[in-house]
């Protein structure tokens, strides 16, 4: 595997559920990061985790719980979700101590809640 | 607090005409200027950056973009399209003293047709 993998890439789940997505790079990276993309909508950085510690939390909902064991991955763990939560969750790495500042992207996963 | 317009929301073009992507950004600081594309059931890819240096950017697929620092814009341009650069693209901008940060605009839909 190479680049940022991202599972599941469809998920469906129902309200009551609880599921996890799951990210790892492959790219030697210290940051980790969660977006949300919804339709028509700019990205919504959601966590970041910088040397495995969480660095950031954009006021997002207790409902979503990120989870990052190393810096190589990195959990969002869900429950009890909203149908408005419906949307692609995109993985992204980077090297916080390089000059590059370019984020890698996975493919994402496409959650539907019912 | 920094910010980012793409003022289309799509731009159809037919294959070989040139076009621009227009992208304005709003901030108190100096930053970092990102263009990503986003091919269909796909996660974001680095187009270009501009870190310093030089304001006109290019890329090895022909697109450039020019940082214009008076107008707070970074404009892509691409001077003859091709039917495989139907795509999202998305401008971001960082802060110098919080680079590990992109925020987003929310994408431009070209759509080229032959």
């Known amino acids: 595997e190479t680049g940022v993998t991202q599972t599941p890439r469809h998920l469906v789940m129902g309200m009551t559920n609880k599921k996890s997505l799951k990210c790892e790079q492959h790219l030697g990276h210290n940051a980790m990061y969660w977006y949300k993309q919804s339709a028509k909508k700019p990205l919504e950085l959601m966590f970041v985790?910088?040397?495995?510690?969480?660095?950031e939390n954009n006021s997002v909902p207790s409902r979503f719980s990120p989870e990052c064991p190393n810096s190589s991955h990195l959990f969002l763990h869900l429950h009890t979700l909203q149908p408005e939560d419906s949307a692609l969750y995109l993985c992204?790495?980077?090297?916080?101590?390089?000059?590059?500042?370019?984020?890698?992207f996975g493919p994402g996963t496409r959650l539907t809640v019912t | 607090a920094q910010s980012v317009t793409q003022l289309d929301s799509q731009v159809p073009v037919f294959e070989e005409a040139p076009v621009e992507l227009r992208c304005n950004y709003s901030s108190s600081v100096s930053v970092y200027l990102f263009w990503y594309v986003q091919y269909p059931n796909q996660g974001l890819q680095l187009l270009l950056k501009y870190l310093s240096g030089s304001t006109l950017v290019e890329s090895i697929n022909g697109f450039e973009a020019e940082f214009n620092k008076s107008q707070t814009s970074f404009h892509l341009r691409k001077p003859s399209v091709h039917i495989s650069d139907t795509a999202e693209y998305f401008c971001?901008?960082?802060?110098?003293?919080?680079?590990?940060?992109?925020?987003f605009g929310s994408g431009t839909r070209l759509l080229v047709r032959p």
């Open positions: 971001a901008v960082s802060e110098m003293d919080s680079s590990y940060k992109l925020i």
């Open positions: 992204a790495s980077s090297q916080v101590s390089s000059a590059l500042y370019e984020q890698y």
């Open positions: 985790y910088n040397f495995k510690e969480q660095t």
